[in-house]
């Protein structure tokens, strides 16, 4: 079984994802890929540990899987509002 120190998350983007998907809460998730940093804004659909990965959905209903050690920043952009 894994310990927690080989989950390399950083504890506050843990907690932003946690608050994202509590909130259903559209997020911009800043990732490393190579040496550039991309973005991707969207909503948070699934948090795997055993693969390690977030799985990100963006408003053209592309799927994401970043893993956590690529993951640099996490910003929640707006709460969604259902009528």
Sequence with gaps: MKSNKDIKI???VLAEIYTAMEFA???RLDYLWGEKI??????IHYL???SRKVRI????NQVFCIP???IKSILLLKEKTLV
Excluded: A, L, P, Y
């Design 10 to 12: 950083q504890t506050e």
């Design 25 to 27: 809460t559209e997020v």
């Design 38 to 43: 991309n973005s991707i804004k969207g909503t």
């Design 48 to 50: 795997d540990f055993s």
């Design 57 to 60: 959905i963006n408003r053209s």
């Design 68 to 70: 956590f050690s690529k």
